[in-house]
């Protein structure tokens, strides 16, 4: 069994990073998607930073190809590959989901973190550059991208004003980031995805000077990295 889910999971990450290809890529939801045109959003990143998943598909594909060959029966590896399995499998689905209809792809996306998140944090301590790096950087990307995903949707849909939105959610993602990075706070990766995605905001937000999307997000950007720093030190001593 134990050999066949390490298979299981290097299939899972192998549709997962050929999806884009398979549906036209993605880089971010069109604005006539909703029925208030969501043409510049403030929560959603710019355009480069979703740049980041081709890193995470090619991490996601090696680790897992490492673990299927080295690592098949290894009782440090079995803990996250259930929850792994379940996020990339999902994931294999969600560009084509997101084509057709922003809520649903928000319903995916949150289905996806939630096993995401367990694998991470269940992710044991060997081999942390094929074991727990490329599951952490997808699970703080995705922390991200599901606030985002939120934002696009409540503003989108008339539930409260593009403003309020970014706002809200760019609060909600950080207190969730914080949480997670709390209960692992040695490994570097997982904050570096959030903070890319927030690097990718506060960019976005600099041509209109939004002042509340661009001070929430570089403030977020400081505390997870300072944190991160303080954590990678820590684990270093």
């Given at each position: ?79 996250m ?30 289905a ?19 074991q ?64 890319w ?12 000077a939004n ?6 997000s ?19 001593a």
């Amino acid at each position: 069994m134990r050999r066949t889910l390490s298979i299981l999971v290097l299939l899972a990450a192998v549709a997962f990073a050929v999806s884009p290809m398979l549906s036209n890529g993605f880089g971010g939801y069109r604005p006539d998607q909703f029925p208030i045109p969501q043409a510049d959003p403030p929560i959603q990143p710019a355009g480069w930073a979703f740049s980041i998943w081709g890193l995470i598909f090619a991490w996601l594909v090696a680790g897992s190809a490492f673990g299927a060959w080295k690592r098949r029966e290894d009782p440090d590896w079995q803990p996250m590959r259930p929850a792994l399995l379940v996020s990339l499998a999902l994931g294999a689905f969600w560009i084509e989901t997101a084509h057709r209809t922003p809520i649903g792809a928000t319903v995916l996306i949150v289905a996806m973190l939630v096993p995401a998140l367990a694998a991470f944090l269940r992710a044991g301590r060997q081999d942390a550059v094929w074991q727990v790096r490329p599951v952490a950087l997808y699970a703080g990307w995705l922390t991200a991208a599901t606030g985002a995903s939120f934002g696009l949707v409540v503003g989108g849909f008339g539930v409260m004003s593009e403003q309020a939105a970014a706002i809200l959610c760019l609060l909600a993602v950080t207190g969730a980031a914080l949480a997670v990075q709390a209960a692992r706070p040695g490994e570097w990766a997982y904050p570096a995805g959030v903070i890319w995605a927030l690097t990718g905001i506060f960019v976005a937000n600099l041509s209109t000077a939004n002042v509340p999307v661009l001070a929430l997000s570089a403030l977020a950007v400081l505390v997870l990295g300072w944190r991160a720093a303080g954590g990678y030190r820590l684990n270093r001593a």
